[in-house]
């Protein structure tokens, strides 16, 4: 895609936003949404301006997050490593949507997770506490004490069928997720998906009394994320989710309003190990396709791609 | 208000108060900033601990070496040859806490509760024979003495039991204050995430029991401990007994008040007599003297002789040093290879070969204390009898952070060397192996690659064999630091991937590096390896990399 035509693409959505969110009723505004945009969005060029132009493909923050919603971001920030090891999320593009979120007039934001390795040199490796202080001081944390988390059942669950979740999450409007793409030795892959498990206080019992690829699926039943913004700017293709590994750099954002999707097409479009692989290969996808939580057929999907 | 008390000069024993209580403070101070992220305060966050005059000399005899970081406690010990047991009334903040606690227990239980007793030559000579038994055991080498140095034991009291204690208070108070803060403005979000972990060590019974001890005797006698028990306070009585500077009568009207009020009952009832080696200078008696006739000077002219028989005979004193030596031997033999278990532990990073080690260690609980992952733990039975309350990293608690050199830098005695992070890298504690028989991976076929993910060292490698279904972990030996990461996360209840003190470093002199390197280690954290170049790739052969299905 050309620049033309990337900013007609730009102004067609603000338009539709516009005329969206002045003519038409709620319900026929959220069919609009849905049915008008793309349902990925790739974006290519420096890492936070990918970032907001992949949102943008898709319909742009305003079409996730309202004015006056609480929002929790959640990134990859939980090992000790600076961005060059592609195990956590990029700050810049955390920092981008963080600023898209604040745009668009969310209540509150919060960057939340919850850290394996030392939680506050995590913080400070990943360097997204400082992106995030950059914007708002104080709302970037890795919770690590009980206190945050409350319990809640998970209605739809097939196998796990409650845990801890951390308050602010069971509490938000809207969830983001904004993985790094990374290899996972367990699961294949960590994605947007597989990363919702930073938001829950007992995130072992998934290994151990349950099938991992099915409480997965269960865990975003609960969590689904509402946007998932994949940080492809650095691929971890060996290695994952702690490295040493291969770090590719395609210096993609990927976005969608299904973190299936967009997590399919992450494993559709890097080479892993080497190798190039179908979305069904990673079988918590496959499990989270068949249980219509969203589509990993991106063979069907429409994708819009840019680059700046 | 009473116009003449104003006017009349700070008298010299509210002077010790004044001073304990600064010197108890500047103990606090230094304990509190024993923590890792903590800017360097301006006195060595060790100082008291190395001012002990029981630990400092007999250190000396049990490592063999001149420890030039306990040259504090020296210096108090030759100090005490001029001006007495002034440690004992004006700096030792496990006096300054008895005498605090007395003040406390007076208020609740009245001024009768606590008697001064009298000279009591008898019970006063138990300090000097636990003094020749701690002797006796240090002079073939061993180390029992941290059961009578005042300093260790009192940090050990602070750190390890009260602290823990606040911030489970501070906790718990978070926790209750949480709904308040959660309804604060956006401009203090800050506050509602504020955080405060509690920290916990085994053995705090102990030290409830031992301290409980101590301070409830408080109110059978002042200084029940420093009086009776102390062997720090003996010595410094034995150094004390020909001290220039010490109480001297100038006049005398034989009313008694000194001797009724000395809180170490050093002085005779007429109050003439005083004992030069329990006197702690405090100057109480000066200060209700009637006819101001004592002061603390090189001279007097009333002849005050050294009351006679505080100290034990000299074949007590012999026999109690050769019980010791016997206490020695026996614990010598003890710490046999085979019968002691400290060296089949994970010791600190650092920690010099196990029989040194135990020579040094004070049990102060410095290493505990400043640990961030409250990894470090005092030793119960786990060590050994040698090694009882020796500090040990139990990783299902807290692992041994890589960015981490805290536990050598505020170790008093170098039990645990100083090493600058370049150098601690290469300490290896240990070396992880995986419990095939519990392992989710290898027993139950789950896909669980948790050690993998939390390895800093990137030591477990992930294999998929061609005839298993889900990839298992492989400790690489080499890379291992024995961190204990993996040992942490396992999601197994008994874990399933756990630090075996195979391989550790335990060097006399901080040469980590060489010797590791020696050792064809490979110890370097993930963050620091170059990304794009893995060194190691067991994925390979045709098969599906790990994680991936057909």
Known sequence: ?308 | MNGRKNSRPPSPFRRQRIIQALSLLLFFWLLRHMVVTAAEPALPPDLFLRLDPLAAPLLLLTARDWLPEMWPGLAVLGATFLAGRFFCGYICPFGGSLDFCRILLRKLFGTAATRPGKLDPAGRKIKYLLLAALAGTALPGVNLFYWGAPLPLIARFYALLIHPLLLLASNQGLALLGPLLAGMSENWVGLQYLQILPRGYHGLFFLLGFFGLAFGLELFRPRFWCRYLCPAGALLGLCSRRSPLRRRVQECVNCGKCAAICPMSAISQDGRQTGHGECLGCRTCAAVCPVKGIAFSPAGRIKSANSPAALPERRAFLGAAGVGVLVSGATLARALPGLASGAECLRPPGSLPENEFLRRCLRCGACMKICPSNGLQPAWAGAGLPGLFSPLLLPRRGPCEPDCNACGRVCPSQAILRLPLAEKRWAKLGTAAVKAERCLALAEGKRCVVCQEVCPYGAVKLVQASGQGVPVPVVAAERCFGCGYCEKHCPVQAPAIAVYPAGALRLERPDYEMAARAAGLDLVPVSERRPDAPDYDDFGGGGLPPGFTD
């Open chain 1, 1 to 308: 895609m050309d620049r033309r035509n990337f900013l007609k693409w730009q102004a067609a959505g603000l338009v539709c936003a516009g005329v969206a969110f002045n003519r038409l009723g709620p319900a026929a505004r959220a069919i609009a949404a849905e049915t008008a945009w793309p349902d990925l969005g790739v974006a290519k060029g420096a890492p936070a301006a990918a970032a907001r132009a992949a949102v943008n493909l898709i319909g742009g923050m305003p079409r996730f997050v309202k004015p006056g919603q609480k929002v929790v971001i959640k990134p990859n920030m939980s090992f000790a490593m600076g961005p060059e090891q592609a195990t956590n999320t990029h700050p810049e593009v955390v920092r981008e949507v963080l600023i898209m979120c604040r745009e668009a007039g969310a209540g509150s934001v919060r960057v939340l997770d919850h850290a394996l390795q030392n939680p506050g040199l995590s913080l400070e490796r990943s360097g997204i506490l400082d992106a995030c202080n950059s914007v708002q001081r104080g709302i970037c944390h890795q919770l690590m004490d009980g206190q945050f988390y409350a319990e809640a059942a998970i209605p739809q669950a097939v196998a796990m069928r409650n845990n801890l979740f951390m308050k602010d999450v069971l509490e938000a409007d809207v969830i983001i997720a904004v993985p790094v793409a990374k290899s996972h030795g367990g699961a294949g892959v960590s994605l947007a998906l597989k990363g919702q498990m930073g938001l829950i206080l007992d995130r072992w019992v998934m290994h151990s009394r349950y099938s991992l690829d099915a409480s997965i699926v269960d865990l975003n039943t609960k969590i689904k994320p509402h946007l998932a913004v994949i940080d492809a700017s650095r691929v971890l293709s060996t290695g994952g989710p702690g490295g040493p590994g291969k770090v590719l750099t395609p210096g993609e954002v990927i976005a969608s309003a299904d973190p299936v999707a967009a997590d399919a097409l992450t494993v559709a479009s890097y080479e892993w190990y080497g190798l190039k692989y179908e979305p069904r290969q990673v079988s918590y996808l496959r499990l989270a396709h068949e249980r219509g939580l969203g589509r990993m057929d991106i063979e069907n999907l429409a994708i819009q791609r840019t680059t700046i």
